[in-house]
């Protein structure tokens, strides 16, 4: 009898986690508002708005030619939480002979904070899985899962994400939210000056039609079915959110994850046009790997569902 009990429980906490995907924890008093258009990186954000986007710490052995010693050179990236074993990211921000570290449940990225540590939200990784075709010249399949050592623990900070069904229907100029702990633009003295305070911040970007994408992009062939294009001036993506989420919510709620910062440009004047937007895969087309490499922990969602445009001020 005890065993039904247990096993009654487990499917109904599995239910549970299945139904509450995407759905962040509310502000205590916020009303509805809008994500307006601002700078690289656009709005801070109260804890447990995005409590599925994770920063990810790479320390990356490199060899230095001079004096030919092994160095550790660390670098950031975004992610999400898929389930409370696996993060979604970039392929890109999983080198070889990396080791990864994963902070959720933060909104201040600096690593060195006490309180980070006591509060037990870095998580070890304990196996990376690239998808097997990226190709690190092209940038094509630009996706990658971390299996974590220690389940994570669910709650007000920490939560998943839903996937979009492969079959979704994504607007090709739609508007949609980016979210990232990277460098962002501050006014100061009258000038613009990229500044990495590792803050969590989001900000609306507008989704971009292929072929307009591509005549944008010179040097890129844009494949509408692995990669989606968004953002426009002064906002968007920059160095440092790579493997973090573009989303965009249905008409019950929900936020699905469409696409994974993959690519766009480092240099500040770039990042400030209205003609170069930034490079996300295509979540959907990975559906059939993302359940294969999870052991089938994790799916896309059954069926399709109604995305609506994010308001923008």
């Known amino acids: 009898m005890l065993s039904m009990k247990v096993l009654f429980l487990f499917l109904s906490l599995a239910a549970i986690s299945n139904a509450t995907c995407g759905r962040p924890y509310p502000e205590k008093n916020a009303g509805y508002h809008k994500i307006y258009k601002r700078v690289i990186g656009g709005n801070e954000v109260h804890v447990g708005k995005w409590p599925w986007q994770v920063m990810l710490v790479i320390n990356t052995a490199v060899l230095n030619k001079t004096t030919m010693e092994v160095e550790q050179d660390a670098n950031m990236c975004g992610g999400t939480v898929i389930s409370d074993r696996f993060i979604l990211t970039a392929a890109h921000c999983t080198p070889p002979q990396s080791v990864i570290q994963v902070y959720s449940g933060i909104i201040h990225g600096n690593r060195y904070e006490a309180d980070i540590t006591e509060k037990k939200l870095i998580s070890a990784v304990e196996m990376t ?185």
């Not at 996937?163 to 009258?190: C, H, M, W």
């Not at 696409?259 to 766009?264: M, N, P, Q, R, V």
């Not at 087309?285 to 969602?301: F, G, L, N, Q, R």
């Open 129 to 313: 899985i690239p998808h097997p075709e990226y190709n690190d010249t092209t940038d094509d399949n630009d996706i990658a899962i971390l299996r974590l050592e220690e389940p994570l623990v669910f709650g007000h900070n920490v939560s998943p994400i839903c996937l979009p069904n492969k079959d979704q229907s994504i607007p090709d100029d739609g508007q949609a939210v980016v979210v990232g702990f990277g460098e962002t633009y501050r006014e100061d003295a009258g000038n613009w000056d990229l500044k990495d305070d590792e803050r969590l911040r989001e900000s609306a970007v507008t989704l971009i039609r292929p072929e307009i994408c591509e005549d944008r992009r010179v040097n890129d062939t844009m494949n509408s079915v692995t990669r989606i294009c968004a953002g426009s001036s002064g906002h968007g993506t920059a160095p440092g959110d790579s493997g973090g989420p573009l989303l965009m919510k249905e008409e019950r709620g929900r936020w699905f994850q469409i696409g994974i910062t993959s690519y766009g440009d480092n240099d500040e004047e770039v990042l400030l046009q209205d003609d170069y937007p930034g490079v996300y895969t295509n979540v959907k087309a990975y559906c059939d790997w993302i359940k294969e490499a999870t052991d089938e922990e994790v799916s896309c969602a059954d069926a399709t569902v109604n995305l609506k445009d994010i308001p923008i001020a």
